[in-house]
C-alpha cells in the first residue's frame, strides 16, 4: 500500500500510527505539518489586493499590483514578527550582484500555511477598512469594529 497525506483527526490518527508501527527500520517519516494555503484562499488575497490596487496609493502614486502585494506582505511580516510569531523567511536586504543597489528578499505568499493566509486575509480587512478600501465584493464588517473598537 502506497502512503499518501492524510489530514489529521480522530479517525486517522490510528491510521498513520499503524502505518509508523509496520514501517520496516530505516524508512523515513515526515514530521507533521499545517498545509499550504488553499487556492480559494489565495484568489481571495490576490482580488483584494487588486482592490487596494486601484484604489489606494502608496508613496504618492498608484502601484502596480506586486508592489502593493510586497510592502503588505511586508507590513503583515512586520506585525507577525511583533507578535512573536514570525513568518519564515522574514525580510532582509543584500547588496545586488553588481553593487549598484540593495534586494529585498522576504516572504513568500506561496510558503504560507492555510492558518497565515486566513490571518493575512483579516489583516487586509482591517488594513483595508482603515484605508477606506471599497471591496469588489460585498463584506461582513463586525459591529465591533464599525464602532471603532481596536482589538
Request: no cysteine.
Amino acid at each position: 500500500m502506497t502512503a499518501r497525506a492524510l489530514p489529521l483527526n480522530a479517525r486517522t490518527r490510528p491510521i498513520v500510527k499503524r502505518w509508523i508501527d509496520e514501517a520496516p527500520e530505516g524508512y523515513m517519516a515526515a514530521r507533521p505539518s499545517e498545509p499550504k494555503k488553499r487556492r480559494t484562499q489565495e484568489e481571495k488575497y490576490h482580488a483584494m489586493l487588486g482592490d487596494i490596487a486601484k484604489q489606494v496609493p502608496f508613496f504618492g502614486q498608484r502601484r502596480d499590483l506586486e508592489t502593493v502585494k510586497r510592502l503588505l506582505v511586508d507590513a503583515f511580516a512586520r506585525v507577525k514578527a511583533a507578535e512573536g510569531d514570525p513568518i519564515q523567511g522574514w525580510g532582509h536586504v543584500l547588496p545586488s550582484l553588481d553593487g549598484a543597489g540593495v534586494v529585498q528578499l522576504g516572504i513568500q505568499t506561496r510558503q504560507f500555511t492555510v492558518s497565515q493566509a486566513a490571518e493575512f486575509i483579516e489583516y487586509l480587512y482591517a488594513w483595508g477598512a482603515d484605508n477606506d478600501v471599497v471591496w469588489s465584493e460585498p463584506v461582513q464588517v463586525p459591529d465591533w469594529y464599525r464602532e471603532g473598537a481596536r482589538v
